[in-house]
């Protein structure tokens, strides 16, 4: 069984940041795509940002270019999400996404989420 589990979130004011860490487990021979959504009350989910498994390749939402930085650790089967210059408008709950390869097949796993608040 597989299992994404996210950290990091909490209270933070407005200016500062979190770093926010999504680890796999389980029966996986590799960790392809990752991705962070995030959804905030009453609002849709949406992509946040994404990496590639080399993490040559990275995409980023426009509300959070220039604050926000993906990366990973392939060694450890983690992804991160650097987040600085927090703004009220980033409170959510934060989701991590991957695709990963157990035996046989590859398939796309959601975190439970992690809460990500922004306050003065």
């Known amino acids: 069984q597989v299992q994404l589990v996210e950290s990091g979130g909490g209270f933070v004011q407005p200016g500062g940041s979190l770093r926010l860490s999504c680890a796999a487990s389980?029966?996986?021979?590799?960790?392809?795509?990752m991705r962070w959504y995030r959804q905030a009350p009453g609002q849709q989910r949406e992509l946040v940002a994404g990496?590639?498994?080399?993490?040559?390749?990275?995409n980023y939402a426009e509300f959070v270019k220039g604050r926000f930085t993906i990366s990973r650790d392939n060694a450890k089967n983690t992804g991160y999400l650097q987040m600085n210059n927090l703004k009220p408008e980033d409170t959510a709950v934060y989701y991590c996404?991957?695709?990963?390869?157990?035996?046989?097949?590859?398939?796309?796993?959601w975190g439970q989420g992690t809460q990500v608040t922004v306050s003065s």
């Open positions: 990496i590639s498994r080399s993490g040559a390749t990275t």
């Open positions: 389980g029966s996986i021979s590799s960790v392809y795509y």
């Open positions: 996404n991957a695709d990963i390869q157990i035996p046989g097949l590859v398939r796309n796993y």
